[in-house]
């Protein structure tokens, strides 16, 4: 039974086996305190040693010199505790133990998350990385529930890939261990699920896709991972205006999901790191949705030009996470989308509007990060498309079948792509990718 089946369920009085980690060990000459975990609860549970109880001295003796992060199985029988009126349990027998070493690189006082990234298969231990991962985990979920709730079919598509998706050129090569090639085209790692969901779109019409996603981008900031999972939906039918609209219902979604069951992480995390997670996660539940032109945004910036170090703001300037930030907290406790960005900025597939300058792509902005979400309208008409893959020297065999899909009934299509990392790093308040990652890729670094 995990602990926190024996919170719940057990009573006092009751015998359980118990088996978990040592967090903590303190003890005086007659009493000793442990903090168990299982990673079932934050707070794991305690149990108390005493020299009465436990019939010879020596059992006493080790248990007092018992390493945290000692594995332990223990016969425990379930009391109040009169302080705090907290089920713990008092030890009556061990029946197996794994001692942990004494210089473990995890000893009780803080570690700086540098340091931690160093030791990331140790790291999970810590309270921090309890709380970070189990919120992961638990978005992750949430979002599978929305889009399962909304009709959507969840699709899976494929990691070896034969094009780049973006067009951006950050593609990772795969080939096989003596240098070859392995398939008859060449080959790379997905930097993006969305051609494929658009085919999937084309005949279920709600799709997403949720996925590890590989880009060769050479930015070493504390919001780009060379390995990021990322969420796509593609809606037929549907316009931008409709898809940002969802986008925040989703994020509302999440964040509600967060506040039923997630309440101990994000309180742990909320002292530990100074950032109102309650205040991040009631915005997203209050939609107050604000959607600003390129355009205009390029007018706000260059009213507060002074504020920025890249100040030569012109439309055409592709926005950097300075701007990007700045307009997030523009408009108090609002969820930003800046929409019609110049055509020159955006990816090829992005649908063309009637002026000739911008398409219909998206971003969500949020504070802090920048841009959370980036979407668009895809554009439908073959020729444009074609006009655009050239323009933007992508080599077309590769594509010819994700452009034939407009000749095949092809009436609207929309979608979006969400950066599950930055949603993480947002809602856990952490700053730097690299510790929202089980084990991160960031350019230069691969450990485990
Ligand atoms: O804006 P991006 O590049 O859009 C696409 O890939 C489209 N195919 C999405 C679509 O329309 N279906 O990436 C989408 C999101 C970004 O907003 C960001 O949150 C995240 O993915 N992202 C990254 N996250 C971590 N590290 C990186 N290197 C990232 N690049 C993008
Ligand atoms: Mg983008």
Known sequence: MSIKKILELSNEGKTVQLKGWVRFNRSSKKIGFLEIFDGSTLNGIQVVYKAEKLNDEKTFKFLQSLPIFSAIDFTIELVKNNKNNVLEGNLLKINEFALATENNPLQRKTHSHEFLREIAHLRPKTKTFQSIFKIRSLIMFALHSFFNEQGFIYVNSPILTSNDAEGAGETFKVVTNDKKEFFTNSVSLSVSGQLQAESFAQSFTKVYTLAPTFRAENSNTQKHASEFWMLEPEIA?????????????????????????????????????????????????????????????????????????????????????????????????????????????????????????????????????????????????????????????????????????????YLKSTGFGLGIERLVMYLTGTKNIRDVLPFPRTPGNILY
């Open 237 to 409: 039918f549907a316009d931008y205006n409709e898809v940002m609209d969802l986008s925040a219902e989703m994020l509302a979604y999440v964040a509600n999901y967060l506040n039923l069951h997630a309440k101990e992480y994000i309180d742990f995390l909320t002292e530990q790191t100074g950032v109102d997670l309650g205040k991040r996660i009631s915005i997203l539940m209050d939609k107050k949705i604000k959607k600003i032109k390129y355009e205009k945004a390029i007018e706000i910036l260059k009213e507060h030009k002074e504020q920025f170090e890249v100040q030569d703001i012109e439309f055409g300037l592709d926005l950097s996470t300075e701007h990007e930030k700045f307009l997030a907290t523009f408009y108090e406790d609002s969820i930003v989308y800046i929409y019609d960005y110049p055509k020159t900025i955006k990816a090829f597939y992005m649908k063309q509007n009637d002026d000739q300058k911008t398409v219909r792509g998206f971003d969500l902005i949020i504070p802090e990060i920048g841009e959370l979400i980036g979407g668009s309208e895809r554009e439908n008409d073959f020729e444009k498309i074609l006009t655009a893959t050239k323009a933007n020297n992508i080599d077309m065999e590769e594509l010819s079948w994700y452009l034939d899909l407009r000749k095949e009934g």
